[in-house]
T-cell receptor, first 111, second 116 residues
Framework: TQLLEQSPQFLSIQEGENLTVYCNSS?????LQWYRQEPGEGPVLLVT?????EVKKLKRLTFQFGDARKDSSLHITAAQPGDTGLYLC???????????FGTGTSLTVIP | GAGVSQTPSNKVTEKGKYVELRCDPI?????LYWYRQSLGQGPEFLIY????????DSGLPNDRFFAVRPEGSVSTLKIQRTERGDSAVYLC??????????????FGEGSRLTVL
């Protein structure tokens, strides 16, 4: 059972376009992380947001944690082929130290 | 090594057989996680260890699955009487430990299990 639903599931865009990936849940999380995974490898952390309403920017990537701590978004500006991969959100549990991953968004950026 | 190491990288077995998957976390990391991932999907939580004890095993799908971490370092995921539906990539991750759920998870490359 996965508590976090991501949309879209698949996304194929041209280089230079902008995109947004959404991560939604009916549960409240203590923190929200975003990871990127490439084929044959494990996920790699991009960012952690911990405060409701928090916005973090990493170069062309902008991450937002919803005010109610139930949802998050990832916006990529001027996508590049190197952005291709599986993007995963992960919510931190208030009880214990577990992280629950979203359903994933597979992004392909076409040169 | 410096990262999380998982062995074997690939395992092919027959339905009904027993398999063990090993995870060697980053030295000094007290928290260890097992996840299961199907192609193109997000990792599904299985079990979380803090030290030697299983702090949360609520994600284990049934009693055919069991995991241990006897010395608080290496962990083994054990699957009895394997079924074709167990085929997936099993990911292991470690982190420094309780940190208010802001700690980074460091993943291994996974063990791909195929049950024929």
């Amino acid at each position: 059972t996965q508590l976090l639903e991501q949309s879209p599931q698949f996304l194929s865009i041209q280089e230079g376009e902008n995109l947004t990936v959404y991560c939604n849940s009916s549960s409240v999380f203590s923190s929200l992380q975003w990871y990127r995974q490439e084929p044959g490898e494990g996920p790699v952390l991009l960012v952690t947001v911990v405060t409701g309403g928090e916005v973090k920017k990493l170069k062309r990537l902008t991450f937002q944690f919803g005010d109610a701590r139930k949802d998050s978004s990832l916006h990529i500006t001027a996508a590049q082929p190197g952005d291709t991969g599986l993007y995963l959100c992960a919510g931190g549990s208030f009880i214990g130290n577990q992280f629950y991953f979203g359903t994933g968004t597979s992004l392909t950026v076409i040169p | 090594g410096a990262g999380v190491s998982q062995t074997p990288s690939n395992k092919v077995t027959e339905k009904g057989k027993y398999v063990e998957l090993r995870c060697d976390p980053i030295s000094g990391h007290t928290a260890l996680y097992w996840y299961r991932q199907s192609l193109g999907q997000g990792p599904e939580f299985l079990i979380y260890f803090q030290g030697t004890g299983a702090a949360d095993d609520s994600g284990l799908p049934n009693d055919r699955f069991f995991a241990v971490r006897p010395e608080g370092s290496v962990s083994t995921l054990k699957i009895q009487r394997t079924e074709r539906g167990d085929s997936a990539v099993y990911l292991c991750a470690s982190s420094l430990g309780p940190s208010g759920n802001t700690g980074e998870l460091f993943f291994g490359e996974g063990s791909r299990l195929t049950v024929l």
